[in-house]
């Protein structure tokens, strides 16, 4: 199905592998169209229950865009248009990923440069190594940060720290950007695996329509004001208070026992 990415689903978990480890998983516009697809299949999967997004290889997640082939096609092509290549591919490959009913963990193994940092941004939990760096290396070559950084940055650190990172463009290591917050948590190397599972393991057996509409209302209350979010919760509440695993959980409580979803 794919040829750049390794796709597989196994007891609820679906892992997405980018697998260039040659170009240490450069985004290639083919790459980014299977990203893209990938996410797609496992929504419209309801065995699928989390979604692992991680790079092959031990020395990177995603070196950003391939420049090699960019510089063929800004050489090659006349009007060729960064913008339109942005919309075309980048653009629906972070959407896929933001609007995915299900969470996605990023197992953050090595570099995590440019585009390649936007791409683990748009995880909803961030997972790393703490010899592995995140890099809005965009200024080196005098664009900026694009694939929806100046989106995350600002909402995950502020607004005067993610100028810094996009203006210089330096490397924050696990441990730094645990603590500012850029990542949800940062360990040794040798125990990036077992962290990765522990946290797959929960969200697994979690209520996945809960978890998928909490995604969903978080996202809104970027643009919505407290009025429109209060109605927004009520919907989402009413349609939870509905599903199977609702009626588990309240049952389970009241049983005190511990809770078995389906996620459904």
Excluded: W
Excluded at 44 to 62: I, K, N, P, S, Y
Excluded at 63 to 81: M, N, R, V, W, Y
Excluded at 92 to 100: D, E, N
Excluded at 181 to 206: F, K, M, N, W
């Amino acid at each position: 199905m794919f040829h750049h990415l390794l796709f597989s689903v196994s007891n609820g978990i679906c892992q997405i592998t980018l697998n260039r480890p040659q170009v240490h998983n450069a985004l290639s516009p083919d790459l980014i169209r299977e990203i893209a697809s990938a996410f797609e299949t496992a929504g419209a999967d309801e065995t699928v229950r989390v979604v692992v997004l991680t790079g092959a290889g031990d020395r990177a997640f995603c070196s950003g865009a391939d420049l090699k082939e960019a510089a063929g096609q800004l050489q090659g092509t006349d009007g060729f248009s960064m913008g339109d290549l942005l919309r075309s591919t980048y653009h629906p490959m972070i959407r896929a990923i933001r609007k995915l009913p299900k969470p996605v963990v990023c197992r953050l193994n090595g570099v995590a440069a440019g585009a390649g940092c936007s791409l683990a941004l748009a995880c909803d939990v961030v997972i790393a190594a703490e010899e592995a760096y995140l890099s809005l290396l965009f200024v080196g070559i005098g664009l900026m940060p694009d694939a929806g950084s100046t989106f995350f940055l600002p909402r995950l650190v502020g607004s005067q720290k993610a100028f810094e990172l996009c203006s210089t463009g330096r490397r924050v290591y696990g441990p730094e950007a645990a603590q500012l917050g850029l990542i949800t948590r940062s360990v040794p190397a040798a125990e990036l695996d077992q962290a990765v599972a522990e946290t797959v393991a929960y969200y697994a057996s979690a209520p996945t329509q809960a978890i998928g509409l909490m995604k969903l209302a978080l996202n809104q209350s970027l643009y919505t004001d407290l009025e429109a979010q209060l109605e927004q919760e009520a919907q989402y509440q009413n349609q939870l208070g509905q599903s199977p695993d609702a009626a588990e959980g309240i049952m389970a409580f009241l049983q005190k026992r511990k809770p078995i979803f389906q996620g459904k």
